[in-house]
């Protein structure tokens, strides 16, 4: 209850005296990143793409969650050239498809990144599926990261099995500093939060709002709702601060201009600890995508990102 009050209060504390609509989160190897950003995953590449992170960037966003899989990496990259804004005040965060893991391919796949967003460096980049030879690509990854070609190294979806993430860890001389995965109020992820804990690695959350599958049921929730009221803002706000106060990162994803300034908008009030509490309550672990791993292998090392 006490860390509630506390990072509530720190996140209040922040926006006042800064003005600025972002609070911070620091990795296992000491680097600040925003908490707050938008997810570019179902986004797509052109004007779409653009138009969303340049509403974003206007509306005070400084993080920004793509990959190479989602295929709009050119038009985040072509948004933040032209929005003037310093890139050293942005955390820009893309992800590496599995037939880019391996000696000799990660380090080049990274080089080829860098070209489509257009940058000296990236701030964050995941391993996007837990298959393929990602412990010879770790190594790699690691290399990236001592040559200052990246500032931070990620798994995601590697909550898939505690086999593969121990892999993972096992072959790693450098831990993660993140680790990304659905997590939202009817799926928090309690095992996974106290693994990560126990390991220092940083949560983030996809699929933070329930995702399309959800079809809008965790904004529609009874308890949710009667908390929103309480504040006057709406479920969408209530879910990304519960998600802030519990200490996660978390990227909310939309392309709708109304939207997007909806859910940054959360820096002005907290939740109550009995207002987390009912909140909690709601965990069910009921997550929205239950692929089978058999099935992913499957179906993700049939298709490969073009560049």
Not at 41 to 58: H, R
Not at 160 to 171: I, V, Y
Not at 221 to 239: C, L, P
Request: hydrophobic content about 40%; aromatic content about 10%; some cysteine.
């Amino acid at each position: 209850m006490k860390k509630t009050i506390l990072v509530a209060s720190l996140l209040i504390l922040y926006a006042m005296i800064t003005n600025a609509q972002q609070s911070y989160l620091t990795l296992n190897n000491g680097v600040k990143m925003p908490q707050f950003g938008l997810g570019l995953y179902m986004i797509p590449e052109g004007d779409v793409a653009y138009n969303s992170v340049k509403t974003a960037l206007e509306s005070g966003y400084r993080h920004f969650d793509c990959a190479h899989a989602y295929q709009n990496e050119r038009s985040l990259g072509r948004a933040i050239k032209d929005s003037g804004v310093e890139r050293d005040s942005l955390w820009i965060t893309s992800k590496l498809w599995p037939n880019e893991y391996g000696k000799g391919k990660t380090l080049k796949a990274i080089d080829r990144m860098l070209g489509r967003l257009g940058l000296d460096y990236i701030d964050l980049v995941y391993f996007h599926q837990p298959m393929g030879d990602f412990a010879g690509g770790w190594k790699e990854m690691e290399q990236a990261l001592a040559m200052g070609k990246v500032r931070a190294i990620g798994i995601s979806n590697f909550d898939t099995s505690d086999n593969l993430f121990d892999q993972l860890l096992a072959s790693a001389k450098v831990k993660p500093q993140i680790i990304q995965i659905e997590c939202h109020p009817y799926a928090q992820r309690k095992h996974w939060q106290e693994r990560c804990a126990a390991e220092g690695i940083q949560i983030e959350c996809w699929f933070p709002l329930g995702g399309r599958d959800s079809k809008g049921e965790i904004l529609r929730d009874k308890t949710i709702n009667e908390i929103a009221k309480a504040h006057g803002k709406s479920a969408a706000q209530v879910i990304i601060r519960w998600h802030m106060q519990e200490g996660f990162s978390v990227i909310p994803g939309s392309s709708n201009p109304a939207h997007i300034k909806e859910n940054i908008d959360v820096f002005d009030f907290a939740l109550s600890n009995v207002e987390m509490q009912r909140i909690r309550a709601l965990d069910k672990e009921s997550r929205y995508f239950n692929m089978p791993y058999e099935q992913q292998v499957k179906w993700f090392s049939g298709w490969n990102p073009t560049d």
